[in-house]
């Protein structure tokens, strides 16, 4: 049984850090394609950032180019999303998510992933 469980939201200012955690269970993170996904009030879910099989390489979505990191603890079999500039678009639920199995290309094309995590919210204020 695959798990997948977020930590590490909360609330901080514009300008400010946070670093969510996605620790998983029943899959070996560094043989999937793992990503982060964000939906916020109102709004349809969208990619974030995507790591392939191995960790690397890595895709970001635009809007958080530059100031988001993914990556992933081979060891603690976690993957991680770091969080800076943060802006007040960026408030929204994160959500952690695994492929099924092997990836031929590295997208944020959510019929990739199979295994989704519960969320942990981010809210970024002004």
């Known amino acids: 049984q695959v798990t997948l469980v977020e930590s590490g939201g909360g609330s901080v200012q514009t300008g400010g850090s946070l670093r969510l955690s996605c620790a998983a269970s029943?899959?070996?993170?560094?043989?999937?394609?793992m990503a982060w996904f964000r939906q916020a009030p109102g709004k349809e879910r969208e990619g974030v950032a995507a790591v392939y099989e191995g960790g690397s390489p890595t895709y970001y979505a635009d809007s958080v180019k530059g100031r988001f990191v993914i990556s992933v603890d081979s060891h603690k079999n976690t993957l991680y999303l770091t969080m800076n500039n943060l802006k007040p678009d960026d408030t929204a639920m994160y959500y952690c998510?695994?492929?099924?199995?092997?990836?031929?290309?590295?997208?944020?094309?959510?019929?990739?992933?199979?295994?989704w995590g519960q969320g942990t919210p981010v809210t970024v204020s002004s």
């Open positions: 998510a695994a492929a099924r199995g092997h990836c031929l290309w590295l997208g944020l094309a959510e019929e990739q992933y199979a295994y």
């Open positions: 029943g899959i070996t993170t560094s043989y999937r394609q």
